[in-house]
């Protein structure tokens, strides 16, 4: 029985490890847009690989992400301990800017102050966001996928860098 049990743990970790071989996107912002109307605020990226048919085909959505912080390149480890972040979902074709790459999406973003670790997240609101981002340059974003009900390793792209100064004019 022990032998069993030992060979099964063996196999789930080697499977956990196995590479979902989607090439590691470079992504760039173009820039945030607020609809003022409705106050949402959106985000407009560009990609040098198709992130919607590379992703969204294998079963779900991706997400960008973005730590309220100093958090340069970060890891998937890292995400589970972020406080304050930036997240995306749904990504929209968006073929309205030229850009370094041709693959252009946009997504509506939130502002999310998670310090309660998952258990009541809540929207910041403006000035907490201008408190947290005001001394910094950059904030570091990455697209990331969590294949569902696989045992791929989780999917993150390449930083991207949202300058806090365009952040800051379209917040303020």
């Known amino acids: 029985m022990k032998k069993l049990a030992f060979t099964i743990s063996m196999i789930l970790c080697f499977i956990s490890c196995i590479d979902h071989k989607i090439p590691k996107a470079n992504i760039q912002f173009e820039e945030v847009i607020k609809n003022k109307l409705e ?3 959106y985000l407009s990226i560009s990609s040098d690989i198709n992130i919607d048919s590379l992703l969204i085909e294998k079963g779900g959505k991706p997400r960008i992400i973005c730590p309220l912080g100093e958090k340069g390149d970060f890891t998937e480890e890292d995400i589970k301990d972020f406080n304050s972040f930036i997240i995306g979902m749904d990504f929209k074709k968006n073929n309205s800017s030229k850009s370094k790459y ?3 999406y946009i ?7 998670n310090t309660k670790k998952r258990l009541s997240e ?3 609101n403006k000035d907490e966001i201008v408190d947290l ?3 910094i340059k950059c904030l570091s974003c990455k697209i990331e996928y969590r294949f569902f009900m696989d045992t791929r390793k989780p999917y993150l792209s390449n930083s991207m860098c949202i300058p806090v100064e365009n952040m800051l004019k379209v917040i303020e």
């Open 39 to 41: 106050n949402i605020y």
């Open 102 to 104: 041709e693959n252009q």
């Open 107 to 113: 997504t509506e973003i939130n502002f999310i102050d």
């Open 122 to 124: 809540r929207f910041l």
């Open 133 to 135: 981002i005001k001394s």
